[in-house]
């Protein structure tokens, strides 16, 4: 889609489907396969007061511990969603699908439709943040995704943005199948992932 940096509103500027919000980018990092932000993973010095009154920092080693507020965070698959749809600059009538609980058959095929604001163009961001780019075949063949009129087509492949089109629409007939293969992989990855973290600071 075409966007004139002119019609963007203050704070805001050309992303790939229109006008997107700017922001502080984050430092992002991988964990276990997952994009997480790594002041989410990692947290952030806090000021502390001490009996004087003065601020201190958290010492480094503190700084290092993971907490239960971060690993609950970091262990709810809709922080990685949102966080990928932010990265991939998708515009504000999009974000609010950039959850597993907004995006939905129903949203998609209004997009299909063109009856949402949120371009059909973004729905491959969509999935592709949703997959967390990773291959959930293994889940989507137990669960019958293939087994549309759109066959294989559905199956979601590792790390690839698929421009989505008419002849997929099929695949939504098993919609939230394929959403809970990408939930529930997201969720295990990061538990297995930082329980030992946990245990060790905790």
Same mark, same amino acid.
């Given at each position: 889609m075409s966007c004139n940096q002119a019609s963007c509103q203050p704070g805001y500027s050309c992303g790939h489907y229109g006008c997107a919000r700017n922001r502080a980018r984050s430092a992002l990092t991988r964990k276990d396969g997952i994009v997480v932000p790594i002041e989410e993973f990692i947290n952030q010095s806090i000021p502390l007061r001490n009996i004087y009154g003065f601020e201190r920092k958290k010492l480094a080693q503190e700084e290092n511990k993971l907490d239960y507020t971060t690993y609950a965070k970091l262990t709810n698959p809709k922080l990685s969603v949102r966080q990928?749809?932010?990265?991939?600059?998708?515009?504000?009538?999009?974000?609010?699908?950039?959850?597993?609980? @907004?995006?939905?058959?129903?949203?998609?095929?209004?997009?299909?439709?063109?009856?949402?604001?949120?371009?059909?163009?973004?729905? @491959?961001?969509?999935?592709?943040?949703?997959?967390?780019?990773?291959?959930?075949?293994?889940?989507?063949?137990?669960?019958g995704i293939h087994t549309t009129l759109a066959g294989e087509k559905c199956l979601t492949?590792?790390?690839k943005v698929t421009k989505l089109d008419y002849s997929y629409l099929p695949c939504y007939d098993r919609f939230e199948n394929m959403k809970r293969c990408f939930f529930d992989e997201i969720k295990i990855r990061m538990e297995t992932k930082l329980r030992p973290r946990l245990k060790e600071d905790s």
């Open positions: 990928c749809c932010e990265d991939r600059r998708l515009p504000d009538a999009c974000l609010g699908k950039c959850h597993f609980n @907004s995006y939905s058959k129903q949203a998609l095929q209004e997009m299909f439709f063109k009856n949402d604001p949120c371009p059909i163009e973004a729905a @491959s961001d969509l999935q592709y943040c949703a997959a967390q780019g990773r291959d959930h075949i293994p889940c989507c063949v137990r669960n492949r590792a790390g």
